[in-house]
């Protein structure tokens, strides 16, 4: 199996889906919470200081200045700001009630687990643990020091994250492997963006040996290490690390359906794109293809409201306002600008991901398509005229696409990843168009609009109605930023 057949083979169509109709087996839903039963579990301290440094800034690059006292204390601050669970919602037609977090997933789904090794925390064991987001608490699977067999970087804290695909495929079956990565995506900037406001810096490594941390981590078998996330930086309360030997109570990981089904595609790309234990460094990727355009972004809009209450308040929209409420070409700026900041990762020494616009509703912007130069701050114009209708049905018909002010699809050279990493690229685009998927949210959030993250496409028609030749790139995501509409099912 290589990434284009999978890729190939898991693309939407109004044909495909003719074909492949599914029912959901809601009893066999799997639960969204994994806990390791078994294990010593450590608190962390309820209500962390929220970062009162603006969401904005942390976009834009600047660090928190928060300093927590202790271990604990930074843990928690940390995780409640990266991945807790931050509101629920209400099923109309059964009143029960579900949980929300700080970063999004598909289908609310969560395949992404918060696995995390530390090293010299004050008042914390050096150990791995797993986050228990059902609780805000922390699972202890092992002491000692496993935070040096993950990284090279001296790091007090390392974070491994995992995905279950089995949760995304119960709903989006083969083509539920593209969703875990944009989940990782999104998973590993609310971390990194969460560390940046607590005052330290992080670095993500997507090339290590897939099968040897998954051992190292004694994971369970349904979870798949995709990113390894160093912490380091002053804010981090840190002491001597302990020299005790290795401790395992490792725990035994709760059964999430009743009954899996086999998707014997995920399977074979995901053991396509892992790599053995002589992986090696990383490659230098061909620098992304320069270009202009005629339209020069302003300055970005500013906006004061504080990383903490984005965060937390952070939704995907149901749906957008549409009509003439439109928001302004600085707002536009503020949000490219958020998404076009450096990754620090070992695969992200350039992009590989594009985004095309298809403007409905910004001031100072003619309806249209455009695409956007990052490094020149341009759009340049690539048709014009109303692109509601088209958006809504290139996006499988959802009409938010149509009644958002902008709507994005990303556009990726996978080739071009592929010719630098292998088939292991193939993650990398996904991770990084998960990672501005992130960054548009928590942007469109502290501008006072809303947005909401789509996987759901028809693939060659993005392809055709954009005039992608063949090798120009592949649409991996697309996203939606406007005004949205209340929406009742949620709560506290
Ligand atoms: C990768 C990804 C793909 C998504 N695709 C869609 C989509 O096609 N349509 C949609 O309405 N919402 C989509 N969403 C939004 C999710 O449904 C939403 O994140 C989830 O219900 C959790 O809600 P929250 O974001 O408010 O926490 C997507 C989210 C992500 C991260």
Redesign the pocket.
């Known amino acids: 199996m290589t990434w284009r057949e999978y890729h190939e083979s898991t693309k939407h169509s109004v044909e495909s889906l003719r074909r492949t109709r599914h029912t959901l087996d809601w009893a066999n839903m799997p639960d969204p919470f994994r806990h390791y039963e078994g294990v010593p579990v450590l608190d962390l301290p309820a209500d962390p200081p929220a970062p009162a440094i603006s969401a904005l800034e942390v976009l834009q690059g600047g660090a928190g200045g928060t300093l927590a006292s202790d271990g604990p204390a930074f843990l928690s601050q940390l995780l409640y700001y990266a991945a807790a669970i931050?509101?629920s919602?209400r099923v109309p037609s059964t009143g029960s009630k579900y949980a929300?977090?700080?970063?999004?997933?598909?289908?609310?789904l969560h395949p992404t687990e918060f696995h995390f090794a530390t090293r010299g925390l004050k008042d914390w064991p050096d150990g791995l643990y797993h986050y228990r987001a059902s609780s805000h608490t922390a699972e202890q699977r092992a002491l000692g020091n496993f935070a040096t067999g993950l990284t090279d970087i001296d790091a007090p804290i390392v974070f491994v994250l995992t995905s279950i695909a089995w949760r995304e495929a119960w709903k989006y079956r083969d083509r539920a492997y593209?969703?875990c990565l944009?989940?990782m995506?999104?998973a590993w900037q609310a971390l990194a963006l969460a560390a940046r406001a607590t005052g330290c810096d992080s670095f993500a490594a997507g090339n290590f040996p897939d099968d040897e941390v998954a051992q190292l981590c004694r994971l369970s078998e349904d979870e798949w290490p995709m990113l390894i996330v160093a912490l380091h930086g002053h804010s981090i309360p840190v002491c001597h690390p302990d020299v005790s030997e290795t401790v395992w109570f490792e725990g035994r990981a709760n059964k999430l359906s009743n009954e899996y089904t086999a998707y014997p595609l995920i399977d074979r790309i995901h053991a396509a794109t892992k790599l053995r234990t002589d992986c090696g460094g990383i490659c230098e990727a061909e620098p992304a293809p320069g270009g202009s355009g005629a339209i020069k972004l302003p300055p970005p809009a500013s906006a004061t409201r504080s990383f903490g209450e984005v965060v937390r308040t952070?939704?995907?929209?149901?749906?957008f306002r549409g009509g003439t409420q439109s928001m302004s070409i600085a707002q536009l700026s503020a949000m490219l600008d958020a998404s076009a900041r450096p990754f620090l990762a070992d695969f992200a020494g350039t992009r590989f991901v594009q985004l095309y616009l298809y403007v409905h509703c910004v001031d100072g912007l003619e309806p249209g398509v455009y695409r956007h130069w990052p490094e020149k701050g341009e759009l340049e114009f690539v048709r014009s005229g109303d692109q509601r209708v088209i958006a809504a049905g290139l996006?499988?018909g959802?009409d938010?696409a149509g009644n958002a002010c902008v709507a994005f699809s990303m556009i990726a050279g996978i080739d071009r990843a592929v010719r630098a990493h292998g088939d292991r690229g193939y993650r990398y685009v996904h991770f990084e168009a998960?990672a501005i998927?992130q960054r548009l949210?928590l942007a469109a959030e502290a501008l006072g609009l809303g947005a909401?993250?789509?996987?759901?496409?028809f693939d060659d028609e993005v392809h055709r109605f954009l005039n992608l030749a063949s090798g120009q790139g592949q649409v991996v995501?697309?996203f939606a930023i406007g005004y949205p509409v209340p929406d009742p099912r949620l709560g506290a």
Do not use: C, E, M, W
């Open positions: 931050s509101a919602k929300l977090r700080v970063n999004p997933s598909s289908g609310n593209r969703y944009h989940d995506g999104h952070r939704r995907s929209a149901l749906d996006s499988l959802q938010l998960g998927g949210y909401t993250g789509i996987g759901a496409f995501y697309h």
